[in-house]
Structures are given as structure tokens and as C-alpha cells.
């Protein structure tokens, strides 16, 4: 089955420097691949995904980029604010066909932005 | 607020006794999942379910035990036999078709006394 390692698990940042968290997964066939943020006491709620055909997309301050030969994906955030700090969750799933599949989670990296 | 509603947003058990979490969506959602959260282990799979009477163990599987007889309702059974039980909760769902994205609910949070 898929395993997605994510790294770091936390990272401490200034408000408005960047911040980028680092995820792998293990199955080549994972064709999509969406980041949560969760934060604290909150459900998950998606920010941004991308698809395996796609190399990088954007969407304001938060980027992510996707390496299939490496198999690696990352998530930037740039120009950080405080209410940026939260858990962020990285996840990889094959879709197509008529299944629907199952996500495969990340460690999760906790976020914290000083001001 | 998503469409996806779980309760009781807190629970207390006793030792050896069983619980049931609720799920419920309005989405018209085909899939439904359950995860349970500790912390530093990211979200871990329990079970899932991608049409109404039919469902998969995850990662998690053992003591718990769930039923999909509607399509918004998905609850989940935690037994007796599940050793370590006291954590976060979370049911989500998700439409059919590829690339869509997976709601979650405001979660269960339970505690073993």
C-alpha cells in the first residue's frame, strides 16, 4: 500500500518569512495529492491539491510543487502571518475508474508562526 | 459547514463498555471514511465505505466495527476489544468521480475513564 512520510514535524517561523514542508510517498501509481490544515480542536479543511499531471500550482500565498520521478511534493507558503500556524497534513491517493480509494495521510507538521 | 455532522462532540466511557460515534451527511456523498487522530500520527484509516451496504477495513481495523445501511448515515462502533480508544475522531466523505475533494466532520473526541 502507499506510505506518505512528511518532514519537518514542526517548524517555527518569523512572521513573513516562508515556510515549506517536505512530503514523499512510496506508490508511483498516487495520481492526486491534496494538503489539509487543521487547526487546533478544528476539523481538516482542504487548501490546496494537485493532480500528477501538473508540476507546480499556486493560489495566492500557498504553493505546491510535484516531482513524480523523485516522488516527492512540497508545500510553500510565503509572506507567513500568525493565523497561518496550524497542523498541515500532506496525503496521496490513486483515483480513477470507479473507485474511489482511499487517502493516505502524512505525519503532519505543526506550523507555528511568531509575530 | 460542510455538510457533515458527528455527535456527541465529546464522550466519556468506562472501561469495557461499548460506543457508538455518529455520522451523518447531506452531501449525497457515495464514500464515507473513519479516521482516528493522536497526536504526532497524523489521521489513521479505520474503516471505509464506498457504497451503501458494503464496506473496507483500513489500517486501523481492529475493535472497531461500523455499518452503512444509508447513504448519509456511516456510525461507528467502538468495542470493548479496542485497547487504547481514548482519541480524536474524524468521519469525512466524498463524492464519486476522481479528484474530488474529501470533506471531514468537526470530529468526536473520546475518553476512556
Known amino acids: 500500500g502507499e506510505n506518505v512520510e512528511q518532514h519537518p514535524s514542526t517548524l517555527s517561523v518569523q512572521e513573513g518569512d516562508s515556510a515549506v514542508i517536505k512530503c514523499t510517498y512510496s506508490?508511483?501509481?498516487?495520481?492526486?495529492f491534496p494538503w489539509y490544515k487543521q487547526e487546533l480542536g478544528k476539523r481538516p479543511q482542504l487548501i490546496i491539491d494537485?493532480?500528477?499531471?501538473?508540476g507546480e500550482k499556486k493560489d495566492q500565498r500557498i504553493a505546491v510543487t510535484l516531482n513524480k520521478t523523485a516522488k516527492h511534493f512540497s508545500l510553500h507558503i510565503t509572506e507567513t502571518q500568525p493565523e497561518d500556524s496550524a497542523v498541515y497534513f500532506c496525503a496521496a491517493i490513486f483515483q480513477g475508474g470507479t473507485s474511489y480509494g482511499k487517502l493516505t495521510f502524512g505525519q503532519g507538521t505543526i506550523l507555528t508562526v511568531h509575530p | 459547514d460542510g455538510g457533515i455532522t458527528q455527535s456527541p462532540k465529546y464522550l466519556f466511557r468506562k472501561e469495557g463498555q461499548n460506543v457508538t460515534l455518529s455520522c451523518e451527511q447531506n452531501l449525497n456523498h457515495d464514500a464515507m471514511y473513519w479516521y482516528r487522530q493522536d497526536p504526532g500520527q497524523g489521521l489513521r484509516l479505520i474503516y471505509y465505505s464506498q457504497i451503501v451496504n458494503d464496506f473496507q477495513k483500513g489500517d486501523i481495523a481492529e475493535g472497531y466495527s461500523v455499518s452503512r445501511e444509508k447513504k448519509e448515515s456511516f456510525p461507528l462502533t467502538v468495542t470493548s476489544a479496542q485497547k487504547n480508544p481514548t482519541a480524536f475522531y474524524l468521519c469525512a466523505s466524498k463524492a464519486g468521480g476522481s479528484y474530488n475533494e474529501q470533506f471531514f466532520g468537526p470530529g468526536t473526541r473520546l475518553t476512556v475513564l
Open positions: 506508490d508511483s501509481a498516487s495520481n492526486y
Open positions: 494537485i493532480r500528477s499531471n501538473v
